[in-house]
Each structure stands twice: as structure tokens, then as C-alpha cells.
């Protein structure tokens, strides 16, 4: 039976733990989404996030097959919508990677970027895929962005005895409505903390962590959003990509 590895690299070849790279070199071949679309895709450089893939393979040793990632929704009208969105744009995922390991041998890997338990589709995909080829699954874990953020700001993500809550942009508002107020914001591309009157909360803040383009910013949410806004443009002129991290506490 062929294995398939799920394996979390953190940020980029500098994050692999040694049990990434020895999964990653049990492996045969990395099957890996290409974002580049029209931009010129794996061959013109269009998909920085699968450059960066790429590196990691190339520092074990490892070849990458780039599959062209399927359209998605991305603006649906409403919650049921997004479900509906991104349950298709998985199958269409499904399709395209199962053409892949029908069509090559070995065992394949998948690589995630920071931990696959964390705002990550592969584990689905791949138990979907597991269900049509005879295949057994390995997971491995990798260093998450709220890992690398609490390490940077050198801060614990909870108080004594408090829990932190770890949710997405999409979903802040509803999270702070229903009295959270110590919670870990991934996956917030328009930094909808700004528009929700939490300008006396605590920020600290990330972008790209763990790699070239790092920026930090911390302080009270009125007072550091523009350092914030300039830092995230920033860190996409040195990278041509943002992954955006942030811990809010309420005052008090």
C-alpha cells in the first residue's frame, strides 16, 4: 500500500523538523497546488507560496509536481455560500491531485505551510483521496504561525488560567459579539480589526513569520494600525506575498 505524507514545513526549509525532512525523504514526490493562473504559473514564477514549496524540496533532495489549482469563490454572499464554495473548489482539488497518483508511482507528500491541524484543506483532501486509491495516511507536524508569532513577541498567547481563542477574519466580529476577548485572528486579509471599535485593545502582530520578509508590530490597536498597514505592504513588496498573524486582548 502506498503511504501519502501530510507534512507541515512551517515557513519555508528553515522551519523543517528533523521528522519533516525524514518524511519528506521517505517520500517520492511532493504534489503541490499552483496558484500562478494566468500570471504565468509554476514555469513564469507566478505562485511565490509554491517557489517557496519548491525550496523546500530542492533542500531534500525532492522533486515537486505543481498541479494547476482549481478556480474558487472567494466572495460568497454568505456563510452557507462559503461552505458550498469551498466544498467544490475541494473536489475540484480531489480530481486534479488523484489524475496526479494514478498517473505517478511512489509514495506522494503533501506539504502544508505551518501545521496541518490549523486552517488547512489537505487533511480533507487527502482523506478524500485515501477513500478512492488504496493509500495509508502519515501526518506530520510542523511550527504554526500563532507558535512563531508568541516567539517573536516573546508572550504567552493565553493568561494564567484563560483560554485564547483561535479563529479567522471572517469569523472575528462573531467571536468578539459573543464576548471573547483574547483571541489568535489567522487568514485576515483585509484586517477586520480595525473596523470593529477594539482601538483600546492589545495587538500583536505578525506578517510572514519565519522568513525574509518578517514584520512585527505590537501595541494598542488605535495607535499601531497605521504602522501595521505599512509594515503589511512591506512585507508583499519583499516577498510578493502576505500571511498576516495576530493575538487581540481586551483591555484589562
Known amino acids: ?150 516567539a517573536r513577541h516573546r508572550i504567552v498567547l493565553h493568561e494564567v488560567g484563560r483560554p485564547v481563542l483561535v479563529t479567522t477574519g471572517r469569523r472575528l466580529a462573531e467571536a468578539v459579539a459573543a464576548g471573547h476577548d483574547n483571541v489568535v485572528v489567522m487568514l485576515d486579509g483585509h484586517l477586520t480589526c480595525a473596523g470593529l471599535g477594539l482601538e483600546e485593545w492589545s495587538l500583536w502582530w505578525g506578517a510572514n513569520l519565519g522568513t525574509p520578509s518578517e514584520e512585527i508590530v505590537a501595541g494598542r490597536l488605535g495607535e499601531v494600525l497605521d504602522d501595521v498597514r505599512t509594515a503589511r505592504r512591506r512585507a508583499v513588496e519583499g516577498a510578493g506575498w502576505v500571511m498576516d498573524t495576530y493575538l487581540l486582548r481586551g483591555p484589562g
Open 1 to 150: 500500500m502506498r503511504t501519502v505524507r501530510v507534512v507541515g514545513f512551517g515557513s519555508g526549509p528553515d522551519q523543517l523538523t528533523a521528522e519533516a525532512v525524514a518524511a519528506l525523504r521517505a517520500s517520492a514526490y511532493v504534489v503541490a497546488a499552483d496558484k500562478g493562473g494566468d500570471k504565468g504559473g509554476d514555469a513564469g514564477g507566478g505562485d511565490p507560496l509554491l517557489a517557496v514549496r519548491r525550496a523546500v524540496c530542492e533542500a531534500v533532495g525532492l522533486p515537486l509536481v505543481a498541479v494547476p489549482d482549481p478556480a474558487r469563490d472567494r466572495r460568497p454572499a454568505d456563510t452557507t455560500a462559503y461552505g458550498d464554495a469551498v466544498a467544490a473548489w475541494h473536489e475540484a482539488r480531489v480530481a486534479a491531485y488523484e489524475q496526479v497518483l494514478r498517473e505517478r508511482p511512489g509514495d506522494p507528500a503533501f506539504l502544508v505551510w505551518g501545521d496541518p491541524s490549523l486552517y488547512d484543506s489537505t487533511l480533507r483532501v487527502v482523506d478524500r483521496l485515501r477513500d478512492r486509491l488504496a493509500l495509508a495516511v502519515e501526518v506530520v507536524p510542523g511550527i504554526a504561525a500563532p507558535q512563531l508569532l508568541a
